[in-house]
Nanobody
Framework: QVQLVESGGGLVQAGGSLRLSCAAS????????MGWYRQAPGKQRELVAG???????NYADSVKGRFTISRDNAGNTVYLQMNRMKPEDTAVYYC????????????????WGQGTQVTVSS
């Protein structure tokens, strides 16, 4: 019943900006953390940015100073503001949430969004 729905991907020129959004819905007891991963052709999936329930943020070195992760006050929606984008940012971006679903009051699980294509042209 838990769903993560992503939006905001697209095509942008180098130096431009995009903002990704991800909304978690369904039977959720608590969200421990949400974040963004990306996977480019021929590369492993990597963590881009994450934010915990307490508000602690972390970023991949490759995006520090350019990308910003944030969340709604309710904590069920996460955003990724991407500025000064580079061609190497081209990838499929996946939203992730570590949460305790309504079906279990004790154990957390990972859920994934559908993925959204981000393409940065030279």
């Amino acid at each position: 019943q838990v769903q993560l729905v992503e939006s905001g991907g697209g095509l942008v020129q180098a130096g431009g900006s995009l903002r990704l959004s991800c909304a978690a819905s369904g039977s959720i007891v608590v969200i421990n953390a949400m974040g963004w991963y990306r996977q480019a052709p021929g590369k492993q999936r990597e963590l881009v940015a994450g934010i915990t329930r307490s508000g602690t943020m972390n970023y991949a070195d490759s995006v520090k100073g350019r990308f910003t992760i944030s969340r709604d006050n309710a904590g069920n929606t996460v955003y990724l503001q991407m500025n000064r984008m580079k061609p190497e940012d081209t990838a499929v971006y996946y939203c992730n949430a570590n949460l305790i679903p309504g079906s279990s009051a004790y154990y957390s699980r990972d859920y994934w969004g559908q993925g959204t294509q981000v393409t940065v042209s030279s």
